[in-house]
Structures are given as C-alpha cells and as structure tokens.
C-alpha cells in the first residue's frame, strides 16, 4: 500500500502524487524522504524544530525502499519515532544526527533513511546518502518537478556530486536505462570448469575480480 501522510499533525506538509505540479509558497521546498527498511513498518514520524506538535507521520511502509515527495516548511527537522507493525517502537533523541534542513524553492534530500532489524532490540537507523538514485527516481516519477527545481543533498555534509551529475545529465543523449545497464550483473553463462573445482574451500585462499567484472584472480 501506499505510504499516506497522517496527522493532526503539520498542515502544511503534504505529499506530493506522481505527476502533480504543486505551487510553493515563499517559505515552502519540496523534500524527497526515502525509508529503507528491512521489514514492514506501520509508520515513520518526524517533526519541525523540536516542536512537541506539528509532528508529521508516514504511514504504511513496506519492506524495501520507499521513495517519497512532500512540501514542507522551511526550517530544521528531525525523524522522532519509527513504529512496527508488532507495536514496538523507537524514539530518537534532540541531538541525534537523523537531523536535516529543508530549503525554500529547491528539491531537498537528507539521504535515505536505512532502518535494520527493526524487529529486534538492536535495531540501528541512520541517513545514508543516495543522492543519484534517488535524481533519476525525480526523473521517472515527477519529471516537471525535477526540471523546474534544483536538487540539493541537506544532510550533515556538503554534496556537489549531484550539480555535477544533473549538469551532466542534462548533456547526455542516453535514457535512464542505457545509464543504469552497468547495476545489472549480466546473466550467468557456461562455465569453462565445474563450480566445484573452481570453489573448492582447500585451494582458495584469496579472490578478487578485474575492473570490467569479466576476469578472477585467486
């Protein structure tokens, strides 16, 4: 299912359908959030400058990557609470780094949020940037969006890496998939020996592979 927005919470932050145009406000930015998880969650909330109020909560999140586009207010937000789907949750603290800046009148991106065995007590969370994944989603998804507003990486460090890739994005000829040929591994061909002898456990102390991914050194 769809991730919704929920709340009594923040009015103002609303998510964004594929292929609608919203019109910002002076003080609004657009904010791609994505929510990685290793298992189903029932919601993810964050919240604007610490305030107890004016929570926002996205709701319905399936195992995987979840890409997401809202409008919100400028200003300083943090992810507060994840919660499961077996009523465990977790709450973060003021000064934890999953803090990040949203811009007037840009795309913002504070990096995906990876959530890992939320099912456990040692669930870890953190914003891992992901920033050209998450360009050519704009792309696919909400391509008059991403031609009219710049993109810009708000998490803790300066980013030019996605300047530099939608300068060059803009120059090249090739679709997203000729681009992305290179993520696939090719399909499995006809050994030359059996798969045994090439990975018998005695022999191998070591193993690397070429540039190309096409020789092995053991």
């Known amino acids: 299912a769809m991730a919704c927005l929920a709340g009594a919470a923040e009015a103002r932050v609303k998510l964004v359908e594929p292929g609608k145009v919203p019109k910002l406000d002076a003080d609004e930015g657009l904010v791609a959030i994505v929510i990685d998880t290793t298992s189903s969650l029932a919601d993810v909330r964050f ?23 809202f409008v919100m207010p400028a200003g300083e937000y943090t992810f507060s609470r994840v919660t499961t789907f077996f009523n465990r949750y977790y709450r973060f603290n003021e000064d934890t780094e999953l803090r990040f800046t949203v811009k007037p009148g840009v795309i913002n991106y ?11 007590q040692w669930a870890s969370f ?13 792309e696919t998804t909400h391509p008059a969006l991403y031609a009219k507003y710049a993109f810009q990486y708000s998490g803790r460090y300066r980013d030019p890496f996605p300047a530099l890739y939608a300068e060059r994005r803009r120059a090249s000829t090739l679709t997203l998939d000729q681009l992305g040929r290179g993520r696939k591994a090719p399909p499995p061909g006809e050994l030359p020996i059996e798969i045994t002898e090439l990975w018998r456990a005695s022999a191998i102390e070591n193993a690397d592979l070429n540039g190309r991914g096409d020789l092995m050194v053991q």
């Not at 996205?58 to 995987?64: D, Q, S, T, V």
Request: neutral net charge; aromatic residues 8%.
């Open 47 to 69: 919240r604007k400058d610490g305030a107890a109020f004016g929570a926002a909560t996205i709701e319905g999140l399936n195992a995987g990557a979840n890409p997401r586009l």
């Open 110 to 120: 504070p990096g995906d949020l990876i959530a890992r065995d939320t099912y456990t």
């Open 126 to 138: 953190m914003l891992f940037n992901r920033g050209v994944q998450v360009m050519d989603w704009l």
